[in-house]
Nanobody
Framework: QVQLVESGGGLVQAGGSLRLSCAAS????????MGWFRQAPEKEREFVAA????????YYADSVKGRFTISRDNAKNTVYLQMNSLKPEDTAVYYC????????????????????WGQGTQVTVSS
């Protein structure tokens, strides 16, 4: 069991940057593969990025590859999402997720594959 709390969201102009954090409690973060999803109003929850337990493997959605970077610091029980070159279409609530397995890409991209979720943090990108 793990509890996740996101922070770092806000309002930013197109082309700007934000760094999101996900702090874990209840169990050491190193037990879990970690991911980021986002959900815009009236849209399905969309996969953004994932990272393995050790940080040795990462996977990104095509829409953010080259702009976003996922990383983790297991000693601090924290996962990060660095977001650069933000676009208005990046506007969404961003959620941190955790699971005990590193899955194939088709499963990583499915929100239903992940067992634990944070409350989300709002990211708004203005044009």
């Amino acid at each position: 069991q793990v509890q996740l709390v996101e922070s770092g969201g806000g309002l930013v102009q197109a082309g700007g940057s934000l760094r999101l954090s996900c702090a874990a409690s209840g169990r050491t973060l190193s037990t879990y593969a970690m991911g980021w999803f986002r959900q815009a109003p009236e849209k399905e929850r969309e996969f953004v990025a994932a990272i393995s337990r050790s940080g040795g493997s990462t996977y990104y959605a095509d829409s953010v590859k080259g702009r976003f970077t996922i990383s983790r610091d297991n000693a601090k029980n924290t996962v990060y999402l660095q977001m650069n070159s933000l676009k208005p279409e990046d506007t969404a609530v961003y959620y941190c997720a955790a699971d005990s397995y590193w899955r194939g890409s088709s499963l990583l991209e499915r929100a239903s594959s992940w067992d634990y979720w944070g409350q989300g943090t709002q990211v708004t990108v203005s044009s």
